[in-house]
Nanobody, 124 residues
Framework: VQLQASGGGLVQPGGSLRLSCVVS????????IGWFRQAPGKEREGVSC????????IYSDSAKGRFTISRDMAALTVYLQMNDLKLGDSGVYYC??????????????????WGQGTQVTVSS
């Protein structure tokens, strides 16, 4: 089981980025995928997740209305479209996988499978 996150970068406030999490070794039917972020000196926090099977999605309060999670089952990829980015969205973004249902924004629920992280910097 492997996950690879990409798509981060430097963007101005109000800008957009789309992150990708490509998985291998399993299908998205059987694993929920979560997106998490960690800023320097802060704990890792859940941003959004999509559940295995039915694709039920959950967003953190800070992500609601600005971020959209989606998945391409054939491409084994989960996307996080981030719009109207704010300074507080900066951090390293990770994707994680677990067979939990429904998905959860608690990092403790994803003990084993994590991607390497991609840096998102929102700055003017």
């Amino acid at each position: 089981v492997q996950l690879q996150a990409s798509g981060g970068g430097l963007v101005q406030p109000g800008g957009s980025l789309r992150l990708s999490c490509v998985v291998s070794g399993f299908t998205l039917d059987y694993y929920s995928i979560g997106w998490f972020r960690q800023a320097p000196g802060k704990e890792r926090e859940g941003v959004s997740c999509v559940s295995r099977n039915d694709g039920r999605v959950i967003y953190s309060d800070s992500a609601k209305g600005r971020f959209t999670i989606s998945r391409d089952m054939a491409a084994l990829t989960v996307y996080l479209q981030m719009n109207d980015l704010k300074l507080g969205d900066s951090g390293v973004y990770y994707c994680a996988a677990e067979q939990v249902y429904p998905c959860t924004l608690s990092a403790d629920s994803y003990p084993y499978y994590w991607g390497q992280g991609t840096q998102v910097t929102v700055s003017s």
